[in-house]
């Protein structure tokens, strides 16, 4: 009967999937400080209870006598475990921290999810659906989104998942150690397919990923074919690239602040310029009118976006702002008159790029 199963149990995969990114390790540690925690205490609770099942049975204590409690004792059980706990929560939150930013030299590759497929896109116009190609040692963030419903990215070799939750972007980030071929999974129930949303991520040596990549996009790159959206759907017809009419110039826009009609001031991060082009009345700039650009929900896909996002980031020169002199974008500032279109401009205010 036993020997019947060694075959089956050899089959199994290992308890732990390959560590395959550097974040792996760390994780797996926490967890298994978890399990071991976890355990020890199973086991002292159940051994408490036989042993005190046994030593005060009825039979040998037929008479109840009562027994005083011991504040050393219950100090000692309130305060081990809340050390304990602690320790899983400074630790627990430093890889979350580390989880939540990625280093700024990451490369970055964009996840679309739709029943039921991973749809890629990299910054040199490249697309693949369910593989993802990444290079050894490299950090690599994925900016997701969703294109229906809520999907899940799992890479377990990396110890990463994250829900892509549509209406916004979420990001993961890992540096992939080892080459080789691991399984990309959608983790949240998504529909009838959801089981077949199933991807490969291939790790490459950083030589034959340049090779690989070498192809690039068909159609230009992430930004090139995001230029000929911003032609097709008309958004060059009132975004004047240098010329400031009833619309803001988006050169230069990138990552900058942008004061906001209701006095607000936000960062023009990848998901404000998505909210901006799919819902642009979320969010109006100060000294422009609102129902002015028209809504492009349901007109651009969230692959749309993220190429007419790569335009709008290539107008901006990556130096720092301090360098760009005349090229910055002037912050506008909201005119006291109510609906003046016209609007006053200070001087670029020499901020510090933002991470
Ligand atoms: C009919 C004219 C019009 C069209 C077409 C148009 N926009 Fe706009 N856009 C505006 C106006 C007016 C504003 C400023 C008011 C606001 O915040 O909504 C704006 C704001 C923006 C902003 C925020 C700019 C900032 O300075 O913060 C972005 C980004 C943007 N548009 C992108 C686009 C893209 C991409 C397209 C094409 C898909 C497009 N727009 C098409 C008129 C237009
Ligand atoms: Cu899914």
Redesign the pocket.
């Known amino acids: 009967m036993l020997a019947s199963l060694a075959p089956i149990l050899a089959d199994l995969p290992p308890l732990w999937p390959t560590q395959a990114s550097a974040q792996a390790g760390p994780i797996d540690d926490l967890y298994i400080f978890l399990t071991v925690v976890s355990a020890v205490m199973t086991i002292l609770i159940f051994v408490a209870i036989i042993v005190f099942a046994y030593k005060y049975r009825r039979r040998a204590h037929p008479h109840a006598t009562q027994i005083e409690g011991s504040t050393k004792l219950e100090l000692a059980w309130s305060i081990s475990p809340f050390l304990i706990m602690l320790i899983m929560f400074v630790w627990g939150a430093k890889l979350y921290y580390a989880a939540q930013n990625p280093p700024k030299d990451a490369m970055e590759v964009f996840v679309t999810g739709k029943q039921w497929m991973w749809k890629i896109q990299y910054p040199d116009g490249g697309r693949e659906i369910d593989e993802l190609h990444v290079p050894v040692g490299q950090p690599v963030k994925l900016t997701m989104a969703s294109e229906d419903v809520i999907h899940s990215f799992s890479i377990p070799a990396f110890r990463i998942r994250h829900d892509v939750v549509p209406g916004h972007y979420d990001s993961v980030w890992f540096t992939p150690t080892k080459p080789g071929r691991y399984h990309l999974f959608c983790t949240e129930y998504c529909g009838n397919q959801h089981a077949n949303m199933i991807g490969w991520v291939d790790v490459m040596e950083p030589k034959e990923y340049a090779n690989w990549a070498s192809g690039g996009g068909a159609q230009g790159t992430l930004a090139e074919q995001g230029e000929k959206?911003?032609q097709q759907?008309?958004?060059s017809?009132?975004?004047l690239l240098d010329q400031q009419g009833?619309?803001?110039i988006?050169r230069g826009?990138y990552n900058k602040p942008?004061q906001l009609n209701d006095g607000r001031t936000v960062t023009?991060d990848d998901a404000?310029?998505r909210e901006?082009?799919l819902d642009?009345?979320a969010?109006?700039?100060a000294g422009?009118?609102?129902n002015?650009?028209?809504q492009?929900k349901g007109q651009?896909t969230e692959e749309n976006v993220i190429q007419?996002i790569a335009y709008?980031k290539s107008l901006s020169p990556s130096t720092p702002a301090s360098q760009q002199g005349v090229q910055q974008r002037p912050v506008v500032i909201a005119p006291g008159a109510t609906g003046a279109m016209p609007n006053v401009k200070s001087p670029a205010t020499q901020e510090k790029q933002p991470r």
């Open positions: 959206l911003f759907f008309g958004c017809t009132c975004h009833r619309c803001p988006l826009l942008v023009a404000y310029i901006s082009i642009p009345n969010k109006i700039v422009f009118e609102p002015v650009m028209p492009f651009v007419l709008i």
